[in-house]
């Protein structure tokens, strides 16, 4: 029987095969109390299980293919780290000492723990980061249980046309995804930040996320489309949809190798103005991803990665600069944009988080530049360690959720002293680095000369933008439907911003979503953006949209959309954006 289920579109493109399904590891495990001349022999089978996952990560960064996604190394370092964090380790073997828990019991009660502190977060990809900690414990209970690590274990022979269906996908089994060439992903957990989702782009691979029920409504060799332009995934399709999807994927085949050609050349729209095509990257290794695909430098470093996984302690500012100067150094002399932490209270960086109590609405609350000026050392600690990186190439430092004229001045204020502390200590960095700031809450947008006086920049991040606007959590599935980049007051801040900064000469970019999306790339233009960063992966779909745009063509139908307000109204106006 043919049917249809949706989820959220991560990786574009069309799969077609038949469904591998990936039982979930089960974490309902054993529970009893053990002796207590029994205490430190269930210690050292805990060490032992992790001394078993350690070599497992090492032996699999070892066969890590030369080609390999930078994304695959990376997340095998992370779940080397959360291995051996001590949130995880010590406080399991407290567990097991203090209320003489067998080890699968305090490893299990340890991960709720943890898992209740993620739930918390407000920033989308850092609570999609809980999926890592699930997986690493999973990994340490089947080595305690004496169990096989591979989720591919019983694949044999040729998967090209096989498609995974799975609860949720951990990063080290992606590796194994990568050789052995499975057509398309689908999972009922993730979001568009979740591993599954970045590393599909990367690779290139339609994939589908946050399908509820996937894994328990599929069977094993069903066949199913995954259409990941729309996030939609098809069982046993009739004969004319199976028809129809296989033409569009032959057409989708030939347009990938049609956009490499546009690789190299020159980014302009048809009457010749030239346009910024930039990368969103969360760690330094993706620079090379970004390099590949032809962007013209970094628009957003985000830098939560290299603090989430310090429980006791926050990143030292050697840490730090090494990871910022490679990202610049990959980036061979173009300019690296590097946005200071954007996590809060409620983020778990704190060893004592498990006593802290959630503040009531975290996203309202202390977090991005507002935790930062709340804790001078340690925000002049990633100062000096970004301006530092700056002696190594083109660096720009961007601020995150600003609102008020005094925030910003006691950030310039701090990035002086920052400067002065490295002037006494005899370090080098680029003393005419430029400060920018984010515009993601509409206070923000509507207070921008206080903005276009004191900064050198300015990064309209969409994706909060939108939220702050509308009052809607995209990851609350409740309201996620109301959640629309195209809401006329989105669009109008927007505008606003674009033209505000043109006539003060201040340049402007997008770096949230929108700017990856192609749909929406002659909207953008026509309002005045001439710099786009996104995922390194939508660079060459966006490129494509820009070579053939003309902007004085645009004029008329984009102030038609920003003069329209009913919803039919604004569609109508967009499919004329989509014509002109």
């Known amino acids: 029987m043919s049917f249809t289920l949706h989820g959220i579109p991560v990786s574009r493109g069309i799969a077609i095969g038949r469904a591998y399904l990936i039982a979930p590891a089960a974490l309902d495990v054993d529970h009893y109390l053990i002796e207590p001349s029994q205490i430190e022999g269930e210690v050292e089978r805990f060490r032992t299980a992790q001394g078993t996952v350690h070599e497992e990560l090492e032996a699999l960064r070892a066969d890590l293919a030369a080609d390999a996604p930078s994304e695959m190394g990376a997340f095998l370092n992370v779940h080397t780290m959360i291995l051996n964090d001590a949130m995880l380790v010590q406080e399991t073997i407290d567990l097991i000492r203090t209320r003489r828990y067998n080890v699968e019991w305090a490893l299990t009660e340890q991960l709720e723990r943890l898992s209740r502190h993620f739930d918390d977060i407000e920033d989308e990809y850092l609570r999609e980061r809980k999926a890592d900690i699930e997986q690493v414990v999973e990994r340490v209970l089947k080595a305690l249980a004496g169990g096989s690590q591979s989720a591919l274990d019983g694949v044999h022979g040729s998967c090209d046309e096989m498609i995974v269906v799975a609860h949720d996908i951990a990063p080290a089994d992606m590796l194994q995804f990568k050789t052995q060439t499975f057509q398309g992903f689908v999972t009922d957990l993730g979001g568009r930040t979740s591993h599954t989702a970045i590393v599909a782009r990367s690779l290139g691979i339609p994939a589908a996320v946050g399908v509820q029920q996937a894994s328990t409504l599929i069977r094993q060799d069903d066949l199913i489309i995954v259409d990941g332009d729309h996030g939609i995934v098809i069982v046993d399709p009739a004969p004319i949809v199976l028809e129809e999807y296989t033409y569009r994927q032959s057409e989708k085949a030939l347009e990938r190798k049609k956009l490499q050609r546009l690789k190299f050349s020159p980014t302009q729209t048809l009457c010749g103005t030239k346009i910024e095509l930039c990368a969103n990257i969360e760690l330094p290794e993706d620079a090379r991803a970004a390099l590949e695909a032809g962007a013209t430098g970094v628009g957003l470093f985000r830098t939560e990665f290299l603090f989430m996984n310090h429980k006791e302690q926050l990143p030292e500012e050697e840490e730090q600069f090494a990871a910022y100067r490679h990202a610049v150094e990959l980036m061979n002399g173009l300019p690296v944009t590097i946005r200071t932490i954007d996590v809060g209270a409620d983020k778990p960086l704190d060893a004592a988080a498990e006593s802290y109590e959630t503040a009531p609405n975290p996203a309202l609350g202390l977090r991005a530049i507002r935790w930062s000026l709340s804790e001078p050392q340690m925000f002049l600690t990633q100062l000096r360690a970004i301006l530092r990186a700056s002696a190594f190439g083109s660096v720009k430092i961007l601020i995150p959720m600003l609102a008020h004229a005094q925030e910003i001045d006691q950030t310039l204020d701090l990035i002086r002293e920052a400067k002065r502390q490295l002037d006494d200590a005899g370090l ?24 276009l006086k004191r900064l050198d920049f300015l990064s309209i991040g969409t994706n909060d933008l939108i939220q702050y606007t509308l009052a809607i959590d995209r990851a609350d599935n409740s309201v996620a439907h109301l959640y629309d980049p195209l809401h006329p007051a989105v669009l109008h801040l927007i505008a606003f911003t674009l033209r505000e900064a043109k006539r ?24 005045g953006l001439t710099e786009f960063s996104m995922h390194p992966s939508q660079l060459l779909v966006v490129k494509q949209e820009i070579l053939r745009s003309h902007l004085k063509t645009l004029e008329k139908p984009v102030a038609d959309v920003l003069a329209a307000f009913e919803p039919e109204e604004v569609q109508a106006a967009l499919k004329r954006v989509a014509q002109a």
């Open 504 to 527: 003060a000469g201040v340049p402007v970019s997008v770096c949230g979503e929108m700017a990856g999306d192609p749909a929406l790339t002659r909207l953008l233009l026509g309002m």
């Open 428 to 451: 080098a960095y680029d003393p005419n680095v430029r400060v920018g700031a984010m515009i993601e809450i509409p206070a923000a947008a509507i207070a921008l000369p206080l903005f």
